[in-house]
């Protein structure tokens, strides 16, 4: 070959020696400069995305929900917490500390494995007869058992109850699907679990408890699979022991609420009127609002007319101040976290975590529809707090962190689907 045939070759394997040189260069910048970064960037979005599982759209409904209930809730306690404590922030302030508290929760048990929950269960119902137990040892305050003191803030037993109900029976139903149908694999365990259950609330006395607890257990079999047959048999069980209590003086309590049902407009004894008291003033608030309300802080029934606004007769204050619209807004607010809640449930490949996340989100669905018949009169004044929206820190941290338990079904459900 010529000399210059063999130059040019020579020049033309150097230059591609050269470009496959530069070109695993630019690879290797890529790789270890470029793509990271992009990895990087992709991490972190995926943290509430598909990714790692959290469910954005249900965690932004909790937020939005948990900022309107905070600010409702001082609203409605402002006028209280100046009267009575001198300090208009008292309960503000006490609520954000549980609000921070509860999303930690909420976050921690997101990232928590959920099936995990499945083997503890019994403990959990176990822990809570414990705390049933307890508070019945302890002084009444204001004729009643319901609490446990724990400096900062009180921890009310039946809402571990609620949770451990919802559990259990997740639990139970998962674990004898096949049999479930039985009575002995539904019927008793629910009459077992319901009636202790019920007994120990019964002795604080908590009614409203009862009812939450009762529609849950039948809730949780009948979902689970429980026949519809035994639905009846179960309420027609209750029924009786409702009328035996009625009879021989055990609902003495409970018939003091039922006395002033439906006559809180009507005035018939001086006791009856102040029996009533409370829910004439709901109503008197609810009628006040109109369709578009008074506007944000303006309810005249929290000035001392409503007593404790900031708890169970809440609603009733952001239908004065917000009307008809403002509470149809939340109302379907509170439609769209259950929708989402269950929709997210459904997506579980396991039984266990179809029921959980079914029944939590169902409790906020049961609890919203209760406390609106509560304070319009359509069932007697229980006391039956507004998810969210009242105040107390047991009962918002809780719910938090089964809301965390909800996310947790999604983010395991998303992740198995990828």
């Given at each position: 070959?010529?000399?210059?045939?063999?130059?040019?070759?020579?020049?033309?394997?150097?230059?591609?020696?050269?470009?496959?040189?530069?070109?695993?260069?630019?690879?290797?910048e890529e790789k270890f400069f470029v793509r990271p970064s992009r990895q990087r960037i992709m991490k972190k979005a995926k943290w509430f995305g598909v990714g790692m599982g959290i469910d954005l759209p249900f965690c932004i409904i909790i937020l939005v929900l948990l900022t309107i209930g905070t600010i409702m809730m001082f609203s409605a306690s402002y006028a209280n917490a100046y009267y009575y404590q001198d300090d208009s922030y008292y309960y503000l302030k006490r609520q954000l500390i549980f609000v921070v508290v509860g999303i930690v929760a909420m976050?921690?048990?997101?990232?928590?494995?959920?099936?995990?929950?499945?083997?503890?269960?019994?403990?959990?119902?176990?822990?809570?007869?414990?705390?049933?137990?307890?508070?019945?040892?302890?002084?009444?305050?204001?004729?009643?058992?319901?609490?446990?003191?724990?400096?900062?803030f009180n921890i009310q037993p039946s809402e571990i109850s609620k949770l451990a109900i919802i559990l259990f029976f997740a639990h139970w139903c998962s674990k004898y699907y096949n049999k479930i149908q039985i009575a002995k694999y539904s019927v008793l365990p629910g009459l077992i679990i319901f009636g202790s259950t019920a007994l120990l609330l019964f002795l604080e006395p908590h009614y409203s408890g009862i009812v939450i607890i009762g529609i849950l257990t039948v809730l949780m079999l009948y979902i689970g699979g429980m026949k519809t047959k035994y639905l009846a048999i179960g309420f027609l069980g209750i029924v009786g022991i409702v009328l035996f209590l009625a009879a021989t003086g055990g609902l003495s309590y409970a018939m003091s609420r039922l006395d002033g049902w439906g006559q809180a407009l009507e005035y018939t004894t001086e006791d009856m009127w102040q029996t009533t008291w409370q829910t004439r003033n709901s109503l008197y608030a609810i009628g006040s609002g109109g369709v578009w309300g008074l506007g944000l802080g303006q309810s005249r029934q929290k000035y001392l007319w409503l007593p404790e606004p900031q708890n169970d007769f809440i609603f009733a204050v952001v239908v004065e101040e917000l009307g008809l619209v403002g509470a149809a807004i939340i109302l379907i607010i509170f439609a769209l976290l259950v929708w989402r809640g269950i929709t997210l449930s459904l997506r579980a490949k396991d039984k266990f975590g179809k029921l959980l996340g079914i029944g939590l989100t169902s409790q906020i669905g049961i609890q919203v529809v209760l406390n609106i018949l509560v304070i319009t009169?359509?069932?007697?004044?229980?006391?039956?707090?507004?998810?969210?929206?009242?105040y107390g820190g047991s009962s918002l941290i809780m719910l938090l962190a089964q809301m965390g338990?909800?996310?947790?079904?999604?983010?395991?459900?998303?992740i198995e689907r990828q």
């Open positions: 070959m010529a000399p210059n045939k063999r130059v040019m070759l020579r020049a033309d394997l150097n230059k591609m020696y050269d470009e496959e040189y530069y070109s695993e260069q630019r690879i290797k976050g921690f048990m997101s990232f928590f494995n959920y099936n995990k929950l499945h083997k503890i269960a019994p403990i959990v119902l176990g822990i809570s007869y414990i705390a049933l137990l307890i508070v019945l040892i302890l002084p009444a305050n204001g004729g009643v058992r319901r609490w446990i003191p724990l400096g900062l009169d359509w069932l007697p004044n229980t006391g039956i707090s507004l998810p969210f929206f009242s338990i909800v996310l947790s079904i999604s983010r395991t459900a998303n």
